[in-house]
């Protein structure tokens, strides 16, 4: 291509660029681009942090390659939208390439279930009209989910079920008088005699031709409209096989009838009424496949339908009833008894009891007083209460629950990566099997052979059923995901599921997720010419900046004392160790004994004495003071109710159990033999504990690490499942695979049941589809004729292929009783 016509051919192009600092870096990724063969117009923006270029389409990906070797990065987007007509896994294999092909694509998965596609690209590289269109050129149509109805997301698939149920009554009806017709004279030769006397054998003939015309160009049109275009580009998918097949049998059938001296002798016979019942069966099939799909994708229709449409607003002393879309941070919003949270907030007036239970899953309501926090949603049992609104929209708990099983329903598990590779070749091999039995028969069966030629050959394009195949991952991951949100598991990836039932040993952090993270204040011992109010009043004011449970206890001891808490300055949390600043003016510290001693200071008078409580299973702190100890504190962490019932389940289902904390070996030890924990690991940085999680990979297989705060982090990411308390840091859920909304372990056994569940549904499902293929294929080709025994007819053929796919579905809803 010449430089004029690479400059005609090129588009603007901006992207966002991560990493520039100075004027330097601006010249190095703007040299980067200039390089580009076509590039022009090429300005790099430090303030805004975007290049922006002419550049042929073709070479967006030249573009970001570019960049990234300058040393910098194009962050990340995803693009989601639906996709109509797909019908099967070839179908989702075919776009999957469509979109993968489009330039700058780096990743694209399509759901069968969801009917979704998700496009991983760098940001400003692909344009969602260039992912459309390529989804338009592979022969469906797409959605963008931003016009979508996010308050019913089952509307689209609603409609596409009711669509189906009308043109299977309107195949039904119009195929009725056929089978009468055509099947009624085989059953009863008295039937057959009468009708042949009263209307004819042509007049039959055509009254089925019509009929038969009908059906195909009314309910059937789906399958040629959607599958000859797929044939024609040699993408053949399951709409082409049913086209292909009923096609034949139609226009066999007008020959035979009107233009029999075309065929010869002795075969011209009509099969209206199999073209007929393989267009009904088949959309009785889809029927039942779209109404299952409703029912999958049912718990977020649920979680969906919990927020309330409108709110009762107080301004200016009055309430106002607003819709909830236009409630803003800081509403004051008043809840009713019997009512639905409008909004997460927290409450500021009144108290309550609120079932929280459709989102953590735990079925007992819980109190609600000033001050504490509410989630939009959830039910208002008895009391009334206002609240002030602290997050809206996507940013609210229940969006975010909804964001993050919608991603675990349309993720794909390692285990698909099987499928995909059957399903590239699948469509292609069932045609040339179907070639290959109409020229076997043709060549080598008896007289008629065209007849027996054609009616196998039909067979085996029918009963070859991808469907089932390309349903039977994500229908189950659907099922299992929905039915973990309402029991308070969330997934936040399909993955997930999988690698959680490889996990072989289960470690837990203690604090917040064996015990109650609520401890108390057991001891307070000041050290000689320190009062012990003071001691606790400077201990509680570093603590109050900190969200460890720990430091709440602290906090809490001395409010209960009614003692001021002085002016915080230059706090600094370090992980691992404990807490520095200075309040009003003095040198504060206060943590565990290493935390001492990275100080200097030393812990001699009190060292007894904390060996005591540890071995008691307290957990020591020390607090200093400009430098010299101050004080030994002692806190206990009650053990979470259930917690001895969950470990000794996961024990039963035969995984090992070990605990990773940074407390105390004496506390951490005296929690384990209570709950009946082998291995420890005490005394543990952040660091630390992702070295414990290596030490038990290699000890045992695969990690599932427990866990609730910051320095849970690490060991949370490491860990190849990291489930988090719900209830815990924001840091330890967003790292995190699984979350436990409720906090309580019986979750974490729930979530291990749900994976195993899932997964053996998933296999069960794919033998399922793959041994009725294999099994029923050379059936269809009439393979037992060869043996004495009967041939398939290309109708019974289309109920089989129907049954597949609803036997899918039926097991993958059996989930929704499972754990």
Not at 273 to 299: M, Q
Not at 344 to 359: K, L
Not at 365 to 375: E, L, Q, R, S, T
Request: proline share 5%.
């Amino acid at each position: 291509m010449t430089a004029t016509a690479r400059s005609a051919a090129s588009v603007p192009l901006d992207l966002p660029v991560s990493g520039l600092s100075c004027a330097s870096c601006v010249g190095r990724v703007e040299r980067a681009l200039r390089a580009l063969p076509g590039a022009s117009d090429v300005a790099v923006n430090l303030a805004t942090g975007r290049a922006h270029l002419r550049l042929d389409p073709a070479e967006t990906g030249a573009a970001v390659e570019a960049i990234v070797r300058a040393g910098y990065a194009v962050p990340e987007a995803t693009t989601a939208f639906a996709v109509s007509g797909l019908s099967c896994a070839s179908c989702v294999a075919r776009t999957e390439r469509a979109l993968g092909a489009v330039p700058g694509v780096t990743g694209a998965t399509v759901n069968l279930a969801t009917g979704q596609a998700i496009v991983h690209h760098p940001e400003g590289v692909v344009t969602f009209a260039a992912l459309a269109e390529a989804v338009r050129r592979a022969g469906y149509e797409v959605q963008a989910r931003s016009d979508a109805k996010p308050s019913d997301p089952g509307e689209r698939r609603a409609a596409e079920a009711a669509a189906l149920r009308r043109d299977l009554v309107t195949a039904a009806i119009l195929a009725a008088p056929i089978v009468v017709l055509d099947m009624g004279g085989h059953a009863v030769p008295a039937f057959h005699h009468a009708v042949e006397a009263n209307l004819g054998a042509g007049v039959v003939a055509w009254i089925e031709a019509v009929l038969a015309t009908l059906v195909l160009a009314g309910p059937g049109r789906r399958f040629f409209a959607l599958g000859v275009p797929g044939l024609l580009r040699g993408h053949p998918d399951m709409n082409a096989l049913v086209a292909l097949g009923a096609g034949a049998a139609y226009l066999y059938s007008l020959v035979s009838a009107f233009a029999p001296q075309w065929l010869p002798p002795g075969t011209a016979h009509l099969y209206f009424e199999a073209a007929v019942l393989i267009v009904t069966l088949i959309l009785l099939g889809r029927t039942l496949e779209a109404r299952a799909k409703g029912r999958t994708g049912a718990a977020i229709a649920r979680l969906v339908g919990l927020a309330p449409s409108t709110a009762r607003v107080i301004r200016d002393g009055v309430e106002l009833s607003v819709p909830q879309a236009e409630l803003r941070r800081g509403d004051v919003v008043r809840v009713r008894p019997g009512e639905r949270v409008a909004a997460d907030g927290t409450v500021v007036a009144g108290a309550s009891y609120v079932d929280e239970g459709m989102v953590t899953g735990e079925p007992v309501p819980v109190a609600k007083g000033v001050g504490a926090p509410v989630i939009g949603g959830t039910l208002n049992t008895t009391g009334s209460f206002d609240l002030t609104v602290g997050a809206v929209g996507d940013e609210t708990a229940l969006a975010r629950i909804v964001a993050m099983v919608e991603a675990a329903q349309g993720a794909k598990l390692p285990i698909q990566a099987l499928v995909d590779r059957v399903t590239a070749w699948f469509v292609p091999a069932v045609m040339a099997a179907s070639v290959l039995t109409f020229l076997a028969w043709f060549a080598l069966g008896p007289s008629p052979a065209l007849g027996f030629a054609l009616v196998n050959a039909i067979a085996v394009l029918i009963i070859a059923c991808p469907c089932a195949m390309g349903l039977a991952t994500p229908t189950s991951i659907m099922v299992g995901t929905g039915r973990a949100a309402e029991r308070g598991v969330l997934f936040r990836n399909g993955a997930a599921l999988q690698a959680l039932r490889e996990a072989r040993i289960v470690a837990l952090d203690k604090t917040g997720t064996l015990t109650e993270g609520r401890p108390t204040l057991t001891d307070l011992l000041p050290a000689p010419g320190v009062a012990e109010g003071e001691a606790l009043s400077l201990a509680a004011a570093l603590e109050s900046r900190s969200e460890h449970p720990i430091a709440r206890a602290v906090v809490a001891a001395a409010q209960e004392r009614n003692l001021g808490l002085g002016a915080v300055t230059e706090f600094e949390a370090v992980p691992g160790y404990g807490l520095v600043g200075h309040v009003d003016g003095r040198a504060v510290a206060v943590g565990a004994a290493r935390h001492m001693t990275r100080l200097g200071v030393g812990m001699e008078s009190l060292a007894a004495q904390a060996e005591t409580l540890s071995a008691q299973g307290r957990s020591p702190l020390y607090v200093a003071v400009d430098g010299r100890l101050a004080a030994l504190l002692a806190v206990a962490d009650p053990i979470k109710l259930g917690a001895p019932e969950a470990v000794a389940e996961l024990k039963r289902q035969g995984l090992a159990v070990a605990m990773v904390t940074g407390d105390g070996r004496g506390a951490a030890e005296g929690v384990a033999r209570t709950l009946g924990i082998d291995a420890v690991f005490a005394e543990v940085l952040p660091g630390g504990k992702v070295e414990a999680v290596r030490t038990l990979r290699e000890r045992h297989g695969a990690v599932a690490f427990v866990g609730d705060g910051i320095n849970d982090a690490p060991a949370l990411a490491e860990a190849g499942i990291g489930i988090a308390i719900g209830t815990g840091t924001d840091i330890a859920v967003e790292s995190a695979d699984v979350v436990l909304m409720s906090g309580a372990l019986d979750g974490l056994v729930t979530a291990i049941r749900l994976s195993r569940a899932v997964m053996r549904n998933i296999r069960q499902n794919l033998f399922w589809a793959f041994a009725y293929n294999v099994a029923l294929i050379p059936v269809a080709a009439g393979a037992l004729h060869a043996f004495g025994g009967p041939l398939l007819s290309p109708v019974l053929a289309a109920g089989a292929m129907a049954l597949s796919s609803t036997f899918v579905l039926a097991n993958a809803l059996r989930l929704r009783r499972a754990a």
